[in-house]
């Protein structure tokens, strides 16, 4: 790990402001100016001290293994589609890259609501290791919510109050199940495991593993290694956030090589995401009244990007 490069992105501690403590005052205001720099400059942070328990995260990914691990006509038996948004997605059907010819080997799991689809005749474990784990991201988004408010000197129930279904029916707020194969001898030139891209919503919430091979791009155009680092939680501004604040947040670009080493290529990667999307009635326009973006409905923005996203 080459240390200049970590240090781009800056490491930022809840402290007294993680799920479980009563936050005072100086917390919220504290939290909320280190976030929204961070957010204004790179557009990434570690999050350390959030009080989600790991063991949660460890219990979604070995039940999600099984899944994973089943043949790809039983998995498509829990396929997702560009409208019902809850389910399995094969390798090479979502581009986030928008080039036809270059492969992304990834499958995921997407889960938008704990009443929605669930292979849980074959992995039965997988529902409720899924909604212990949301029920902690929710109330942690939450908090980072209300905290972004109060650093932007905003109301501070503005977004909690526009984000009030989290997983809810009117909402695309989504845990994603990220399972990237081991990359086989002979793939397609050109091929990633994630195309660069933008995520689609206001904030994402991301656990990887120790595997590495996630980049992001910074302001002089250069690519940055974010080397997971143990025990916290990867955060980023998504599209919605940077129209909304005309720019001042920045959604930035990333993706996640194929591992050049021998040793990390033949392995599974995992990660865990979780995408804060506003509710989907909630109009989306610039905050400081500019005319910088156009306004748009949450639903309008997301459905767009699937559209250009999914090939079916
Ligand atoms: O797996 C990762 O580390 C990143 C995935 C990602 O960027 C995404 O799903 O939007
Ligand atoms: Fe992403």
Redesign the pocket.
Known sequence: MCPSKIKRIPIIDMGLIGLGCEPTKEEWQRFGKEICTAFSDIGFLYLRGHGINLDLVADVETTSNKFFSLDENIKNRFARGITDIQGFTPPNREK?TVDANRHEIRE?YDVTSMDGKFPDEIVPALRPAVKALADSFISLSSRILEAMAVGLDLERNFFTSTHKELCGKNNATCL?L?H?PPVPPNIPEGSI??GS?T?YGTL?L?F?DTMG??EVRDRNDEWVE?TPVKGTILVNVGDILQFWTSDKLKATV?R?LIPSEETKARVT?R?T?F?VHPDDSVLIKPLDGSEQYQPITAKEHVMKRFQETYQY
């Open positions: 986030l995921s994603r990220l990237y495991r994630c891209h995520d994402t991301l990887q091979g996630l974010a990333h996640v990667r990660s995401v995408f």
